[in-house]
Structures are given as structure tokens and as C-alpha cells.
């Protein structure tokens, strides 16, 4: 069974700085991993995946994710926070394709901008 | 292509009533999924449909939910004798059937239980 981690249920940073959104995750199988955004009583958006090849994944609004097996980890950073960027932020993972790929997805880091 | 559609975005009901919800996927689109996402959580994988056929179910899914797909287009939820737990955010998702496709959400319906 596959799982995620994220370290951080609420992570504030100034206008300008860099945004680092951290994600482990647990698979016995190379596993997909996703970067999704939530903003207020919407549905999910996806801001960037990771299936094979390039480790480094660039997103939608300036987000970037790499995917580090060594350490388990798919963290996601943007150089520079913008006020519209406040919202919760959700790592997932899925099974490699032949299954349902259902998501299974960590508990969320609200990103608060300060300006 | 509108989107995922989900009615109703709200939802109020005593304890006990049955309630429904519907979700309609991105047309073309041979799966579909409902999550719940209750306060402060990640949204938590229910149910799982390819075309009509119902392919896998959660043990979040107790006996009185029930979902459907007749005609593998529209799906709906139904929950009988609704409970305070049940109190959530249900949204469906649905994608294509190719390999590395993504994933695309509906805006939920949000549902509390009196």
C-alpha cells in the first residue's frame, strides 16, 4: 500500500520569498506522484505530476516539484510567493498504470502569503 | 467540455434522511471517482468506476452508501440514514483511459448533517 507524508500543516511565508512544501512518500512500487492545489470550498487543481523520466517536474504558476527516490521525498518550491498562491496544498500518490490509480493523498499544508 | 459537475454544491439534511448527489465527468471520459474530504484531511479515495462497471469500493464505504454509473456516463452517490460523521465534502473525479492522463475534479458537494 502507498502513502504520503506531509511535514508542515501550515507553513506562512512573506510575499517574494521562496514557497518549499515538503512531501514523503511511502510505495513498494516506483510510485506517480502529484502536487494538487485546493482553494475554498473549490475541487482540486493539479499543479504538476511526476510519472517517469525527468526528475525535476515544472508546474502551472511557476511551481516545480523533483522527485528525489533516495530520499522518498517530492517536495514542491516556487522561487517567489505570491498573495495568490494562499491556499491548501495536497501531495498524492498513485500506482504505476494497469490499476484503478486511484490518489491517495496527504493531509494538506495551508500556504498563508504574508504581504 | 465544461468540466466535472457536481449537484448539489450544498447539502443540509436531518439525521437519518437519505440523501443523493450527482456528479457528471468530463464527456469521453471511461472512469470516474468519488473522494470524501472531511475538515483538515486529505480527500480519502471511496469508490472507483470504468465505464459502468463499479471496480472497487473503500471500506470507507459502509453499507448505506450505494453508488451507480447506469450508462457509464452520469454517476450519483446515495447515503441512507445519513450520520453527524457523514458530514463532508464528496467530490467526484474523472479521466481518460490512457495511460498517464490526469485526473480532473469537480468543485464537490459540500454536505452537513443536522
Known amino acids: 500500500a502507498q502513502s504520503v507524508t506531509q511535514l508542515g500543516s501550515h507553513v506562512s511565508v512573506s510575499e517574494g520569498a521562496l514557497v518549499l512544501l515538503r512531501c514523503n512518500y511511502s510505495?513498494?512500487?516506483?510510485?506517480?506522484l502529484f502536487w494538487y492545489v485546493q482553494y475554498p470550498n473549490q475541487g482540486l487543481q493539479l499543479l504538476l505530476k511526476?510519472?517517469?523520466?525527468?526528475?525535476l517536474v515544472k508546474g502551472i504558476n511557476g511551481f516545480e516539484a523533483e522527485f528525489k527516490k533516495s530520499e522518498t521525498s517530492f517536495h514542491l518550491t516556487k522561487p517567489s510567493a505570491h498573495m495568490s498562491d494562499a491556499a491548501e496544498y495536497f501531495c498524492?500518490?498513485?500506482?504505476?498504470?494497469?490499476?484503478?490509480?486511484?490518489?491517495?493523498f496527504g493531509t494538506g499544508t495551508r500556504l498563508t502569503i504574508i504581504p | 467540455d465544461t468540466g466535472v459537475s457536481q449537484d448539489p454544491r450544498h447539502k443540509i439534511t436531518k439525521r437519518g434522511q437519505n440523501v443523493t448527489f450527482r456528479c457528471d465527468p468530463i464527456?469521453?471520459?471511461?472512469?470516474l471517482y468519488w473522494y470524501r474530504q472531511t475538515l483538515g484531511q486529505g480527500p480519502e479515495f471511496l469508490t472507483y468506476?470504468?465505464?459502468?462497471?463499479?471496480?472497487?469500493k473503500s471500506r470507507l464505504l459502509s453499507d448505506r452508501f450505494s453508488a451507480e454509473r447506469p450508462k457509464g456516463s452520469f454517476s450519483t452517490l446515495e447515503i441512507q440514514r445519513t450520520e453527524q460523521g457523514d458530514s463532508a465534502m464528496y467530490l467526484c473525479?474523472?479521466?481518460?483511459?490512457?495511460?498517464?492522463?490526469?485526473?480532473?475534479f469537480g468543485q464537490g458537494t459540500r454536505l452537513t448533517v443536522v
Open positions: 473525479a474523472s479521466r481518460g483511459g490512457q495511460a498517464n492522463t490526469e485526473a480532473f
Open positions: 510505495s513498494s512500487v516506483p510510485p506517480y
Open positions: 511526476y510519472t517517469t523520466g525527468a526528475t
Open positions: 498524492a500518490v498513485s500506482l504505476p498504470p494497469f490499476g484503478n490509480e486511484k490518489l491517495t
Open positions: 464527456s469521453e471520459h471511461n472512469r
Open positions: 468506476f470504468q465505464n459502468e462497471a463499479q471496480l472497487e
